[in-house]
């Protein structure tokens, strides 16, 4: 099947080699990035969820009024809005955009973060309530007639929602965590389960779990990495390894305080086993950086990289999310370099397949 190529955008550029600059909101910054991205040839981005942020449906609807194919994934906490509201807000978002949205569930990996926003809920309690939160969400979109349920945390008496998705019948539904209750809770219910680059190994036992705690759900897979490119093998390293640097420098020598968060602690935990493993995925910049969400590389030529990413689609790496440590330079060059490779690979795996 068609791989599907998952980008980022963002209310202004920023990294963690890139300086935020400018205001919170840059409507300018949205446009040019989310050209840039539909130009380079990705099937969605993903908009971002984080407590101190812009609102994820405004820059999507702004994003959508200067795109004409792009796709968007938006990053959505439950607990802070009524699944029914939150249902009727997402299926507007997807008429506004003719069928160009999906969601992301996040159920939150840090207490003082979900804090901020006033949910004190534990974290085995935060993924029960996300599957709750999503079953409402479904039955809003498609259940003909009104409908009436009560569970741990919500309580709903003849909800119904004129508004449907312009998807049929529903608009898609992603998720991911590395810990038990995540797999446990979220894998009956959502349609594609989100990994952070990990070896192929780790991966592969990773997607077992989940297809074994998913029963009957066809769940499918995205990967996130960090793509760094070169011309040649040797010079991706030493861009790798400048970046690595530069990126030190912007730290000043401080050291990440340990995350919570199991993924994070996964990353590493791989990163203190060994800097690089398989062929081409690079730990130290996970290291460095406190494995804050999607951190591990890929580092090679677009030939090499590709091929890396070739393997974790034969996994069940439907979706790929690629991200740059220089944002809109890295979605051109892989727009331009990577893209289409992976593309033409997976398409002729495909093909080899079917024969």
């Known amino acids: 099947m068609p791989v ?31 050209q840039v991205h539909e130009a380079a040839d990705f099937d969605r981005v993903l908009i971002g969820y984080f407590s101190d942020a812009p609102d994820g449906f405004m820059v999507g609807a702004h994003a959508a009024s ?22 009727r807000k997402i299926a507007t978002f997807d008429q506004l955009s003719k069928g160009r949205v999906a969601v992301h569930m996040i159920s939150g990996g840090s207490e003082s973060d979900q804090a901020k926003d006033g949910d004190y809920a534990d974290h085995s ?21 009104p409908f009436s349920t009560a569970g741990e945390f919500y309580k709903v008496d003849k909800a119904y929602a004129e508004i449907r998705c312009y998807q049929e019948p529903r608009i898609p539904i992603y998720g991911g965590g590395g810990s038990d209750a995540a797999i446990e809770w979220l894998a009956p219910d959502i349609d594609t389960f989100m990994l952070w680059g990990e070896p192929l ?59 919570k968060n199991m993924g994070s602690q996964r990353l590493l935990a791989l990163a203190a086993d060994q800097d690089v493993h398989d062929d081409c995925l690079w730990t130290k910049l ?70």
Do not use: C
């Open 4 to 34: 599907e190529m998952i980008g980022w955008i963002a209310p202004r550029v920023a990294s963690e080699l890139v300086a935020a600059e400018g205001p919170a909101y840059d409507s300018d910054v949205i446009a040019h990035t989310a």
């Open 66 to 87: 200067v795109t004409q194919r792009l796709g968007f994934l938006l990053a959505h906490r439950p607990g802070f809005m009524a699944p029914t509201v939150a249902a």
């Open 125 to 145: 309690a935060r993924y029960r309530r996300t599957r709750e939160y999503t079953q409402l969400l479904k039955r809003s979109w498609i259940d003909p007639h």
């Open 201 to 259: 190994a780790e991966t592969a036992n990773f997607m077992a779990r989940v297809r074994e705690a998913a029963d009957d759900n066809p769940i499918n897979f995205s990967v996130s990495t960090r793509p760094i490119l070169g011309r040649t093998d040797g010079e991706a390293w030493d861009k790798a390894h400048d970046l690595l640097e530069r990126i030190q420098a912007r730290m000043g020598g401080h050291t990440p305080s340990k995350p």
């Open 286 to 355: 996970a290291e460095v950086t406190g494995a804050r969400g999607n951190s591990t590389a890929l580092v090679g030529s677009p030939e090499t990289v590709a091929k890396a990413m070739l393997n974790y689609y034969k996994l069940g790496a439907t979706s790929l999310l690629i991200r740059g440590y220089d944002p809109l330079p890295d979605a051109i060059e892989y727009g331009q370099e990577l893209i289409p490779r992976v593309r033409e690979l997976v398409a002729e795996h495909d093909r080899q397949g079917s024969n």
